[in-house]
């Protein structure tokens, strides 16, 4: 059974940076699509950044893209989203998914499309 666990949420100043980290078990990480949401309070879950299997193809939100980056780390089955310049309207809950069954060159990015998903870790941004 897979199992995500985010890590590395906190509250920062505007301009900060943070990285998160998703730390995946039940299932080698280089074999799934993963993904970053995030749902501010009265919001829908909104995606934040997908990264396909196999060929590690990303996809960042127009709101995000220039600003964060996602990353694997297969050693140590760890998923990671590096955030900079960070403004007040990125305060949300982030979490983490994965979708167990899927195409390598597919770009998933709907929250509806991953079926595994972590707890979740708050970022705050404010001054």
């Known amino acids: 059974q897979v199992h995500l666990v985010e890590s590395g949420g906190g509250l920062v100043q505007p301009g900060s940076s943070l990285k998160l980290a998703c730390a995946v078990s039940?299932?080698?990480?280089?074999?799934?699509?993963m993904g970053w949401f995030r749902q501010a309070p009265g919001k829908e879950r909104e995606v934040v950044s997908t990264?396909?299997?196999?060929?590690?193809?990303?996809f960042y939100s127009h709101s995000v893209e220039g600003r964060f980056t996602v990353s694997r780390d297969n050693a140590n089955n760890t998923v990671y989203l590096q955030m900079n310049s960070l403004k007040p309207e990125d305060t949300a809950v982030y979490y983490c998914?994965?979708?167990?069954?899927?195409?390598?060159?597919?770009?998933?990015?709907?929250?509806?499309?991953?079926?595994?998903w972590g707890e979740g870790t708050q970022v705050t941004v404010s001054s």
């Open positions: 990264i396909t299997w196999r060929i590690d193809k990303t």
């Open positions: 998914a994965a979708r167990t069954s899927a195409s390598a060159t597919v770009y998933y990015t709907e929250p509806y499309q991953f079926n595994i």
């Open positions: 039940g299932r080698a990480v280089s074999t799934v699509p």
